[in-house]
């Protein structure tokens, strides 16, 4: 399994624990975090979703709905996207797709290091509209997504109820768009390998990011990867948090 790990702590504004936070990885739905970002951009002061919105953009970040990601992919520009918010938000290794996959938004390149970044900015200098709506869908994630996965990997089973989740999850049997692309185009990052990723924050007041991403020998049952990501997880320094005496389930 490979692995890279980031763990801030809001309150001292130190990571508590870093493991390759700066390798690149396939975002898988970690990037939806960026496309909800970019939608709410430049829509204040008031921030009003319309109600075809609400209801898209509740299933694309509690449920982590990829046909809600595909369509506003399409509707705010494909990769450009990735580009003004890397640029907002200071990322410095978050990249967009290959340019032979402009579509395959889970191709986006990202880090444990600039997820954190994301949560830092969703936490403390988003609009207070844009923190509230976010982290409220963030805080109330589904068990399963709308591919049926369990999304409950991670952070969701290793600590205690009141922690915020966006998952990825890239590869899997049964999941959305396995088997998709058959071809790998050529990329600074691994999409071969299966992707499994935890983020989120756990603790009072959103005190922990946390960011954990990995990848697993091409057909790992997703059992298998489920239980290994949350047992890492489990054993992770995070501040605040109050773990789950049933974690290596």
């Known amino acids: 399994m490979t692995v890279g790990i980031a763990v801030f702590d809001r309150e001292t504004g130190q990571f508590v624990q ?25 829509r204040g002061p008031e921030y009003d979703v319309p109600a075809a919105d609400q209801e898209r953009l509740e299933v694309m970040l509690r449920s982590s709905d990829d046909d809600a990601a595909s369509y506003y992919w399409d509707q705010l520009g494909g990769a450009a996207i990735v580009d003004r918010m890397v640029g907002r938000l200071g990322l410095t290794r978050t990249a967009g797709p290959p340019a032979s996959h402009p579509g395959f938004w889970g191709y986006v390149a990202i880090t ?73 185009p050529e990329s600074v990052v691994d ?36 239980a290994q990501v949350t047992r890492l997880t489990a054993g992770l320094t995070v501040p605040g948090a109050v773990r789950v005496q049933t974690a290596d389930k």
């Open 191 to 226: 999409l071969v390998n299966d992707a499994l990723h935890t983020t989120g924050t756990v603790g009072p007041d959103d005190r922990s990011i946390v960011a954990v991403f990995t990848l697993h020998p091409s057909g790992t049952p997703y059992e298998e990867a489920y």
């Open 18 to 42: 870093q493991e390759n936070a700066e390798q690149q990885f396939r975002s898988a739905s970690v990037v939806k975090l960026l496309i909800a970002l970019d939608f709410f951009w430049n």
């Open 112 to 184: 444990p290091a600039d997820t954190v970044r994301i949560y830092r900015y969703l936490l403390d200098d988003a609009p207070e509209p844009v923190r509230r709506y976010v982290m409220g869908l963030l805080h109330r994630a589904t068990r399963h997504g709308t591919d049926g996965i369990d999304q409950y990997f991670g952070i969701a089973s290793a600590f205690e109820p009141g922690f915020s989740i966006k998952q990825g999850w890239s590869g899997f049997k049964g999941s959305s768009g396995y088997r998709s692309d058959r071809q790998k």
